[in-house]
């Protein structure tokens, strides 16, 4: 059974940073597309950046030049480092990861970035 398992969220300054780990377990072939997604009160949930196997990148605007996905594909983990936040970058952040095409979840980790 495939987990997704996020960590590293909590209580930052504006300006401060933070970085997510989240860590796949069950898995046994190896794994495609990576990414984080966020979700605010009262908003849906939207892409922060997503990373392929072989290292490629893709960011949200609102995130690009503070924000750093990366992968470990020996150890299946996922991360992101978050410098230079903002209050807007207050959500649940979730690791998602794509397995032979079906799409798996995390339960989520929150980052609160106060003023």
């Known amino acids: 059974q495939v987990q997704l398992v996020e960590s590293g969220g909590g209580l930052v300054q504006a300006g401060g940073s933070l970085r997510l780990s989240c860590a796949a377990s069950g898995v046994i072939f190896s794994i495609n597309f990576m990414g984080w997604y966020r979700q605010a009160p009262g908003k849906q949930r939207e892409l922060v950046a997503t990373i392929t196997r072989g290292g490629n990148t893709n960011y949200a605007d609102s995130v690009k030049g503070r924000f750093t996905i990366s992968r470990d594909n020996a150890k299946n983990t996922l991360y992101l480092q978050m410098n230079s936040l903002k209050p807007e970058d207050t959500a649940v952040y979730y690791c998602?990861?794509?397995?032979?095409?079906?799409?798996?979840w995390g339960k989520g980790t929150l980052v609160t970035v106060s003023s």
């Open positions: 998602n990861a794509d397995i032979l095409g079906v799409n798996y």
